[in-house]
């Protein structure tokens, strides 16, 4: 539920691992944008918002860097409810007067998910967020209200404008097959959840069952709150490329996903730049087998893991 941070050979990269796009072991070509089920684009990377918003001294520079992040083409955000009222506040701020170039993300606690409880939490969300339309809403994570209250609460907010789509947070492969069992659950636009080198568990089902369904994935904590950042082998590779291992780390994740999205927090503009700077980073075969060897691939089907 945080974002933190910092296969195929990628021809045409060089020695610092920029370069152009090359082949991908999915088959999927990498853009910049995703297109999501709706029609809606969103950037690829984007900004998380997780214990943002909470310390006034930090006011300013939090602020900074999440409109730094808009300049460099961060433009999807994501917060939520559970985040606390001040990283709302604080991402309705950073998007006052562009708000035409922002996809915004909120999320719904599953305490509140029940069809009038969805529709009561969005508009005291659109409220703290200084905003008349949630791009994107999500259920945080499954809860005790029925699916189906949930998806109908999502629904009539679509329905009067108040969201432009909506998905779901922390949904396992036996969630997605109850939401697809509901009349509506094929409006779904994507399910966030957690991706990294470290918990490579979707990989092995959950994720194909996404592509095949044509709902995209959206990965947080892509650097696994700094535990990855120790490893011995990632860190050989980031001083080769000239890079860091969070930089290296987030790389990884977004070449994993060229058909995703990955939420990343950063507190200060010199964050947000080096996040950014992640997405001309190239691997070539060798690397990638490198890290295949470290952080192995999933062989099993694992119950999928939340932070």
């Known amino acids: ?29 990498s853009t910049a944008t995703v297109t999501l089920p709706n029609g809606s684009a969103s950037a690829r990377l984007g900004q998380g918002t997780w214990m943002l918003g909470q310390d006034a001294a930090r006011h300013d520079t939090e602020l900074e860097a999440l409109q730094r992040g808009l300049d460099l083409g961060l433009t999807m955000i994501d917060t939520a409810e559970m985040y606390g009222e001040g990283s709302e506040l604080l991402v309705g701020e950073a998007i006052r007067g562009r ?6 993300v909120d ?22 967020l200084g905003v008349e339309r949630i791009d994107l ?24 404008g108040d969201i432009g789509g909506w998905g779901v947070s922390n949904f396992d492969t036996e ?6 069992t509901l009349s509506a659950g094929a409006h779904v636009q994507v399910n966030q959840v957690l991706y990294n080198l470290a918990r490579r568990g979707p990989e092995f089902d959950l994720l194909p ?18 535990e990855l950042l120790d490893d011995t082998t990632l860190d050989e590779i980031a001083e080769t490329k000239g890079v860091t291992p969070a930089q290296l780390a987030l790389a990884w994740v977004l070449h994993q996903l060229p ?3 990955v939420a990343v927090k950063a507190s200060t503009p010199e964050h947000v730049a080096e996040n950014a700077a992640s997405r001309d980073i190239r691997f070539t075969a060798g690397e990638l087998n490198a890290l295949d060897g470290a952080f192995p691939a999933p ?9």
């Open 1 to 29: 539920m945080s974002q933190d941070a910092p296969g195929a050979d990628q021809t045409g990269a060089d020695s610092t691992g920029a370069g152009p796009t090359g082949a991908d072991p999915t088959g999927i070509t």
């Open 209 to 226: 069952q996404q592509r095949a369904a044509g709902v995209p994935l959206m990965a947080y904590s892509p650097v696994d709150h700094g």
């Open 259 to 261: 058909d995703g999205l």
């Open 107 to 128: 999320k719904v606690l599953p305490s509140h998910a029940s069809r009038q409880g969805v529709v009561d939490a969005c508009r005291a969300s659109l409220k703290r």
């Open 299 to 307: 062989t099993r089907r694992t119950p999928l893991e939340m932070l």
């Open 175 to 180: 969630d997605l097959h109850e939401l697809a």
């Open 99 to 104: 708000r035409d170039e922002v996809l915004v």
């Open 137 to 160: 809403y999500l259920l945080h994570w499954r809860g005790g209200h029925p699916l189906a209250e949930t998806v109908a609460g999502f629904e009539e907010l679509a329905q009067q």
